[in-house]
C-alpha cells in the first residue's frame, strides 16, 4: 500500500517563512489529488491547499496569497512554501493523496510559529 513522509516542519518567527514537503511511494503519484490539512490542538482539522491531477488549486482563505502548494510528478513529491507566517499557522501539517475512494496520509510534521 501506499505510503507518505511530510518534512520540513520546524520553529519560525512570525513573518518568516517555511516549505514542507510530502513524499510518495507505493503509488501512481501522478493519478492522485494532493491535499495539505493541518490540526492545532482542540481545532478541527481544516484543509489548506490541494493541488488536482492537472495542476488545478485551490485554498483555504486563511492562507490564501501567503501559502503555495505545487507538486513535481517526476520526484513523487507534493510541496507547500509557506509565507508571511503568522502564530495561527501553528498545526501539525498533513499530507493526503486521493484518489476515487482511496485515501492516504501521511504522519504528519509540526509547524510553530512564535516569537
Known amino acids: 500500500q501506499g505510503d507518505l513522509v511530510e518534512s520540513g516542519g520546524a520553529l519560525v518567527q512570525p513573518g518568516g517563512s517555511l516549505r514542507l514537503s510530502c513524499s510518495a511511494s507505493?503509488?501512481?503519484?501522478?493519478?492522485?489529488?494532493m491535499t495539505w490539512y493541518r490540526q492545532a490542538p482542540g481545532n478541527q482539522r481544516e484543509m489548506v491547499g490541494t493541488i488536482t491531477i492537472s495542476d488545478t488549486t485551490n485554498y483555504a482563505d486563511s492562507v490564501k496569497g501567503r501559502f503555495t502548494i505545487s507538486r513535481d510528478n517526476a520526484k513523487n513529491t507534493v510541496y507547500l512554501q509557506m509565507d508571511s507566517l503568522k502564530p495561527e499557522d501553528t498545526a501539525v501539517y498533513y499530507c493526503?493523496?486521493?484518489?476515487?475512494?482511496?485515501?492516504?496520509w501521511g504522519q504528519g510534521t509540526q509547524v510553530t510559529v512564535s516569537s
Open positions: 493526503n493523496a486521493k484518489r476515487a475512494f482511496y485515501s492516504i
Open positions: 507505493g503509488i501512481i503519484f501522478s493519478r492522485y489529488t
